[in-house]
């Protein structure tokens, strides 16, 4: 067994506005950390292989695989997930609200992922196209609703967020 | 007025706690003191075990466990056969662990249970297994020669099943044909492939005397009862809890291997136990589907009607047969589809393979049986240069012929017996709805006129859905004002709290969100047997309804005998019963659980009836207390959804690559409960007929390797490859359930291969190549349209 892989280190990262400091194994990823150490089990694990987009989360404000990562490469940063997205707890946010609204989800795996893509697309490109939507999201892979409602959603997510 | 909740596009009670993180998914769930399992798994298809060396494993930091099949009890014995069948003569089950021979790459040999998973997997590298290869068996055209080697040398034969259905007088009918056509179909392996993996979690809890498992199940009372049954435990010593799945699409039905160790670990261990696959091991180690290689016949008269079919089918059964021959059978079923086919021969295969086992995904047969069905009949229309809308015109089953025996017997049991439909109404919806006309006279022409390969194709299809035996229900109105609503099924995102809470708010009148559905855990509802066969709001739908319909009597009986009015003078409305015209004379629900209850106590502040002079006993014979009542229901025989679909695709000569243009569906699912998420189902079912049709296919090497178990290389359409897709329902009625619904989960995947190939040819019509493979791909394409080069 390597022991550099299994070695621990100490990391600080601030993860949907609160510190943490955590002792961890170098080969620990970034997206077990998350569901496994914090506790923060929204971020979901399609294929650990970096395809399926469903442990997509922020890192300093750009969507990054989880699954991709190790916990010590986030060691300094700022991690959002899908956690810290509604405002409060008796408010969603306008994508969450829009997901409700269209019927954007059905078993839910991959809607944390589709969540976290569209939060950052949708901040760089506040009135997509059709096209524009599916290509954003062409990285999330969803089983169960065909991409149809996902995408009448982004919409209706912008067009909510454009009126605030 | 009273309010409607059927038939309404209600929003899901589901999404908001999925949209906030806050699911709760088995790998969700942490246990303290919780260990972790991996497995080892067979790399080779075929091989004898000479020995299982473990104790280097044994020794590794972290390892609490390691167990081969010596080590596993109880559990040494055959999984079970699910579903036999009297065809099914060479059935073959396995062993959780590999006992002394392996028969698919991905069979469990060994578990590690350690600290962490990252532990457990490092204890797999040191274990030794030495293997004596044995020849494997893939092709399964080659599996049926005699002298072929043998996935299972002690059967003698690689035919698990040989099947005949013969109906009419199929020699006759072809003798007389004007025209005979033949095609050979395939159809190739795929895989639900569910974004969320399979899980198992299991704890033993000493002071309950429980075992307590989450597992991502789709039939968690059959897991339930097969772990009781193991264990030597009562029913009520399990609970198996389903909880939010995330998507199952037919793989999570079953009772894995995993399912059986990972609980057994938790009774000898005494700790809690995890197992969570990981992707690769989804590849080669959960359920398959797909691949049948037919030679089917067609014989029609002048007119193109159909005289008869014959087809004669191998289907894959992969390493071993514990769901029985259930997609095959279906297969069979279903292939005469929407239309009369009076004289019918239908015979199937089951062969083994040193492949994954092959079980229900969504769809579970009907692709296959579509692809072939429709495939014929466009070929008839081409040969006989009639329209491909009018062949299938002129072969319906009429809407006065229901109900309708195909004459074989269908999958549960019970006769294949269409119970209603309106077949030509639905092609008639379609065509409008693609101006089929314009479309084929002037659009196409317009645009090959233009050098563009333009194609356009249409497919109908049946669905045998809401099949036996029998699903139920319990609903209960607290006196806090609450409905409870729980049932045996469990869901996969299919939104039965949204669903039959619309069911039960319809019948008592009251808010939706007062309506609590529980599912998926045998602590609530102890009998049933899952959600598949797109069966859970018609099944349990009606249950439902029936246990609701229960309430609402005995609220009516109690309100009325309180207020001294007759039954037939009250009314149910705004979540109260009243006496009509006077709304202040009556009870809320909440009012009348309490009368139900003759407690000596209030709930809160005032009793809602006073004490009385004494008459009895506080509960008469005959009186319960509680407004409550569990109802089942078991439907005659299946009822039959059915559905047309048309696709405008244009094909890429030079990549091969294929492109929607439009895609209309019209659906038929009797009356929906929920528009909205019907809609998201047929959705969800035409994607995966997509990537069925041009994009997904596990892909066997003749050693039995699989060669693209990842992402990377399955390909899965995404939201770049699902075009739009433009819905119109016709609602018929089913005559066999108090709701009138049909199922509607599996509809949009089994029509995907037949349009697809039909659109592509009629592309492809000046190369005049003929589609006959599923999926097709860019490489076949350009294969298709090169052949010099090719």
Known sequence: MNTIATERRVIRVVVNGSPYEREVEA???????????????????????????????????????????????????????????????????????????????????????????????????????????????????????GYQNIVEAARYAAQLLRQR | MPTRFFGEPIKRAEDPRLLTGRGRYVDDIDLPGQLHVAFLRSPLAHARIRSVDVSAAREMPGVVAVWTYDDIGPCQRRMPLLIPHPDLTHPYTRYPLAKDEVNHVGEPVAMVIAESRYAAEDALEAIVVEWEELPPVVDIERAIRPGAPLVHEELGTNVAAHYVGIVGDPERAFAQAAHVFRERLVIERSAGMPIETRAVLAVWKDDEDLLEVWDTTQAPIVIRNALASLFGLAPTQVRVIAPDVGGGFGCKIMVYP?????????????????????????????????????????????????????????????????????????????????????????????????????????????????????????????????????????????????????????????????????????????????????????????????????????????????????????????????????????????????????????????????????????????????????????????????????????????????????????????????????????????????????????????????????????????????????????????????????????????????????LWVVHDCGKMINPLVVEGQVHGGIAQGIGGAFYEKLHYDENGQLLNASFMDFLMPTAMEIPRMEIAHQETPSPLNPLGVKGVGEAGAIPMPAVVAAAVEDALRPFGVRITRMPLDPDQIWRLTHPAEA
């Open chain 1, 27 to 145: 080969r620990l990823l970034l997206s077990d950390f998350l569901r496994h150490e914090l506790g923060l089990t929204g971020t979901h694990v399609g294929c650990e292989h970096g395809v399926c987009g469903a442990c997509t989360v922020l890192l300093d404000g750009e969507p990054v695989r989880s699954c991709l990562m190790f916990a010590v490469q986030a060691d300094g940063h700022e991690i959002e997930t899908v956690e810290g997205l509604a405002p409060n707890e008796a408010e969603l946010h306008p994508l969450q609200r829009a997901f409700w609204e269209k019927h954007g989800l059905q078993c839910g795996y991959c809607t944390p992922g589709m969540l976290m893509v569209l939060k950052a697309f949708l901040a760089e490109n506040p009135d997509p196209s059709e096209e524009e939507i599916r290509e954003a999201i062409s990285g999330n892979l969803c089983r169960c609703t």
């Open chain 2, 258 to 662: 995993e399912e059986v160790l990972v609980p057994y670990a938790a009774l000898v261990l005494k700790r809690p136990i995890k197992w969570t696959e990981d992707r690769l091991e989804h590849f080669v180690g959960t359920n398959h589907e797909r691949l049948q290689i037919h030679d089917a016949e067609i014989a029609v008269d002048g007119e193109g009607r159909i005289l008869g079919i014959r087809d004669r089918f191998l289907h894959d059964a992969g390493a071993y047969t514990p769901y029985g021959i259930i997609v095959p059978i279906i297969t069979a079923c279903q292939l005469p589809g929407p239309y009369k086919v009076p004289n019918y021969h239908v015979e199937f295969r089951a062969v083994y393979s040193n492949t994954v086992p092959v079980s229900p995904y969504r769809g579970a047969g009907r692709p296959h049986a579509c692809f072939v069905m429709e495939r014929l009949l466009d070929r008839v229309a081409d040969e006989l240069g009639l329209d491909r809308a009018e062949v299938r015109r002129r072969n319906f089953i009429q809407p006065h012929e229901f109900p309708y025996d195909v004459g074989l017997i269908f999958q549960d049991g019970a006769p294949t017996r269409y119970d209603s439909g309106n077949y030509p109404g639905m092609l008639d919806l379609l065509l409008e709805r693609m101006d089929y006309r314009r479309l084929v006279e002037e659009e196409l022409p317009r645009l090959r006129a233009e050098g563009r390969s333009v194609g356009v194709g249409i497919a109908c299809y049946v669905e045998g859905t809401g099949i036996g035996p029998y699903e139920g229900a319990t609903v209960r109105v607290e006196p806090t004002g609450q409905v409870y609503v729980a049932t045996g099924m469990p869901q996969q995102g299919q939104a039965h709290k949204t669903v039959l809470a619309q069911i039960v708010a319809e019948e008592l009148q009251v808010p939706l969100e007062s309506v609590q559905v529980v599912e998926g855990d045998t602590a609530h509802f102890q009998f049933g047997s899952g959600t598949y066969a797109s069966r859970s709001a018609v099944v349990c739908g009606s249950a439902v309804a029936l246990a609701a319909k229960k309430v609402r009597e005995q609220g009516l009986a109690l309100a009325a005998e309180e207020l001294e009015v007759a039954v037939e003078d009250l009314v149910v409305e705004d979540g109260r019963v009243y006496v009509r015209g006077v709304p202040e004379r009556g009870f809320t629900w909440a009012q009348i659980a309490q009368l139900a209850n003759p407690l000596r106590y209030a709930y809160a502040g005032d009793l809602v009836v006073r004490p009385r002079p004494w008459t009895g006993p506080a509960l008469p014979p005959g009186r319960q207390p509680a407004l409550e009542a569990t109802e089942y229901y078991s439907p005659p025989h299946a009822t039959w959804a059915s559905g047309a679909v048309g696709a405008l695709v244009e094909v890429d000569v030079e990549t091969g690559q294929l492109r929607f243009l439009r």
